[in-house]
């Protein structure tokens, strides 16, 4: 592969001067690091107390670039969010959602743009000086070389092209053909902080528990050499720290845990008692259970990922390993109304169930009132880990008065009232749903769904007594729209819209 100047084959024209514009290229899927992967970005994974993004954005404004293009594949809004227009750092930074890398390079490698630039896979975070990014003599392009060849972290000081029958598709393509020009300097970065795998992130983790990279600290007070502890942690008297060690916030170590070398824990994270952890990182909101024996790994929440086989493991049994979030005082006030409520109706109702089905029986009904199983919400994103129960409702039958009797009362649901008053489902909420049908659903959707919570009263169900539309993507439009709304005020709301209006849906005209 060459490079040419300008699409014109024109000689040469360099450029001097600082660096003041970077090009990140956050286009790493996070495929290998598994479930963990889709969950967040790994751009955003808390890498010794702090996401990788934020420490080479933090960086790149010591070294006075204040103009940063991120270029994201996946998880952009997340991404964007966190980044906050670069405000944080005192720079610009602007998101450009892509997919391409091919499209990234056509967007960057522009004769019109002002360099000098900084071009660079953000998976990958060379030691990067001052004298790098200026032009101190230097003359020609800098590539960044680390143990084992070219980094993908280029210094571009004239536009370059890629060539049309073998276009550009990664910085680490754009380090090798440039250095084939003449005109070009080498800059020798050890060590290199990589996020790439699951084996690298560890790797990484460990040289900045060491302080073996320049210009990024540990946050946190450390207490002692190679120790730091964060606020509000409890810390039982007979654990064992083995530095370097990095206890984030809000932390319960159990008894007789062994915690390091090389370990951080995540914050609001519970280690059970007995358990040991070394060369691992924890990631926030994770619960480790007691006798366990974890190392060269990470682990989130009910997800077991190998540092050195890069396989990912979910571990359904959350007395081993699962969320430290699970029971919290505000959400148990948040349920705690309607499964009074649900206790209040649950001898009147269960009378009438047997009146019903009595009913029902000597009308010729076989099985008046169905069952199937449904997966229990909020659920996990791994299947494995899926929990389901017998929902419960009327089921329709042959006989017309029955089921007439039942949408004209507004009875369907009366035996879901059992399911309600176990902490089954909620007096609002999407429908229940089967592993299959769950597993049917589109990726994006499927994880709203799987946040979300199993309902009486739906709001589908109101939208579509209301408009007479009754259409899959017309349920999908409203149930979407509930998850990313709800809230207790907004499920009073339905509650008194649903006893206003009913929830028979009105034939659909169109």
Same mark, same amino acid.
């Given at each position: 592969?060459?490079?040419?100047t300008?699409?014109?084959?024109k000689?040469?024209?360099?450029?001097?001067g600082?660096v003041?514009?970077?090009?990140l290229l956050?286009?790493?899927?996070g495929?290998?690091?598994?479930t $963990?992967g889709?969950?967040?970005?790994?751009?955003l994974?808390?890498l010794a107390?702090?996401?990788?993004?934020?420490?080479?954005?933090g960086?790149?404004?010591?070294?006075?670039?204040?103009r940063?293009y991120?270029?994201?594949?996946?998880?952009a809004e997340?991404?964007?969010?966190?980044?906050a227009?670069?405000?944080?750092?005192g720079?610009?930074v602007t998101?450009?959602d892509l997919?391409?890398?091919?499209?990234?390079?056509?967007?960057?490698l522009?004769?019109?743009?002002?360099?000098?630039?900084?071009?660079?896979?953000?998976?990958?975070f060379?030691t990067?000086?001052s004298e790098?990014?200026?032009?101190?003599?230097?003359f020609?392009?800098?590539v960044?070389?680390g143990?084992?060849?070219?980094l993908?972290?280029?210094?571009?000081?004239a536009?370059?092209?890629?060539?049309?029958?073998?276009?550009i598709g990664s910085?680490q393509?754009?380090?090798?053909?440039?250095?084939?020009i003449? =005109?070009?300097?080498?800059a020798?970065?050890?060590?290199?902080l990589?996020?790439?795998?699951?084996?690298d992130?560890?790797r990484?983790q460990?040289?900045?528990?060491?302080?073996?990279?320049?210009?990024?600290p540990?946050p946190?007070?450390?207490?002692?050499?190679?120790?730091?502890i964060g606020?509000n942690?409890?810390?039982?008297?007979?654990?064992?720290?083995?530095?370097?060690?990095l206890?984030?916030?809000?932390c319960?170590?159990?008894?007789g845990?062994?915690?390091g070398?090389n370990?951080v824990?995540g914050?609001h994270?519970?280690v059970?008692?007995?358990t040991?952890? =070394?060369?691992?990182c924890?990631?926030?909101e994770?619960?480790?259970?007691?006798?366990?024996?974890?190392?060269?790994?990470?682990?989130d929440?009910?997800?077991l990922l190998?540092g050195?086989?890069?396989?990912?493991?979910? $571990?359904?049994d959350?007395?081993?390993i699962?969320?430290a979030n699970?029971w919290?005082?505000?959400?148990f006030?948040?349920?705690?109304p309607?499964?009074v409520?649900g206790?209040?109706?649950?001898?009147?109702?269960?009378?009438?169930?047997?009146?019903?089905y009595?009913?029902?029986?000597?009308m010729?009904v076989?099985r008046?009132i169905?069952?199937?199983?449904a997966?229990?919400l909020?659920?996990a994103e791994?299947?494995?880990m899926?929990?389901?129960?017998?929902?419960?409702e009327?089921a329709?039958?042959?006989?017309?008065?029955?089921?007439?009797?039942?949408?004209?009362?507004?009875?369907?649901r009366l035996?879901?009232?059992?399911?309600?008053?176990?902490?089954?489902?909620?007096w609002?909420g999407?429908?229940p749903?089967?592993p299959e049908?769950?597993?049917a659903l589109?990726e994006?959707?499927?994880?709203?769904?799987l946040?979300?919570?199993?309902?009486? $009263?739906?709001?589908?169900?109101?939208?579509?007594?209301?408009?007479?539309?009754?259409?899959?993507?017309?349920?999908y439009s409203s149930?979407a729209?509930?998850?990313?709304?709800s809230?207790?005020?907004e499920d009073l709301?339905l509650?008194?819209r649903?006893?206003?209006?009913?929830?028979?849906?009105?034939?659909?005209k169109?």
């Open positions: 592969m060459v490079l040419t300008d699409q014109n084959q000689p040469t024209v360099w450029v001097r600082a003041t514009e970077a090009h956050c286009l790493n899927e495929r290998s690091f598994g $963990i889709r969950r967040e970005s790994i751009y994974l808390s107390g702090k996401p990788m993004l934020d420490r080479m954005l960086r790149l404004a010591d070294l006075e670039i204040d940063v991120l270029y994201v594949a996946r998880h997340a991404i964007d969010r966190y980044v227009e670069g405000r944080r750092w720079i610009h998101t450009v997919t391409s890398h091919v499209d990234a390079f056509r967007r960057i522009t004769p019109q743009r002002r360099y000098p630039i900084l071009v660079a896979d953000a998976t990958v060379p990067i000086h790098h990014i200026t032009d101190n003599g230097m020609g392009h800098l960044f070389r143990h084992g060849g070219f993908p972290w280029v210094v571009l000081r536009p370059v092209s890629s060539p049309e029958d073998h276009p910085a393509e754009l380090a090798e053909a440039v250095e084939k003449e =005109e070009v300097e080498e020798s970065s050890d060590p290199v990589s996020i790439a795998h699951p084996a992130f560890l990484a460990e040289f900045l528990l060491k302080g073996q990279v320049v210009g990024q540990i946190g007070n450390q207490c002692d050499p190679g120790i730091w606020g942690v409890s810390l039982h008297p007979t654990a064992t720290l083995i530095p370097p060690v206890i984030a916030p809000d319960r170590i159990g008894r845990v062994q915690l070398p370990t824990v914050n994270s519970i059970s008692e007995k040991k952890v =070394e060369n691992a924890i990631l926030p994770t619960y480790l259970g007691r006798d366990l024996d974890v190392e060269w790994a990470m682990v929440r009910n997800c190998s050195a086989t890069g396989v990912s493991t979910a $571990i359904p959350s007395f081993l699962g969320p699970g919290s005082a505000a959400k006030f948040r349920k705690l309607g499964v409520a206790w209040i109706a649950l001898l009147p109702a269960s009378i009438l169930v047997g009146l019903l009595l009913m029902a029986k000597m010729g076989r008046p169905k069952r199937y199983r997966v229990h909020p659920a791994s299947p494995p899926w929990r389901t129960f017998d929902y419960l009327f329709r039958g042959r006989n017309q008065f029955w089921n007439g009797l039942l949408d004209r009362l507004r009875l369907r035996p879901t009232v059992w399911n309600l008053v176990r902490g089954q489902v909620a609002v999407l429908r749903r089967r049908q769950i597993l589109s994006d959707w499927r994880e709203l769904y946040a979300s919570k199993i309902g009486i $009263i739906r709001l589908a169900e109101l939208d579509a007594a209301c408009t007479g539309i009754v259409s899959v993507d017309a349920t149930e729209f509930y998850t990313a709304q809230s207790f005020k709301a509650v008194w649903a006893l206003r209006t009913g929830t028979k849906a009105k034939p659909n169109n």
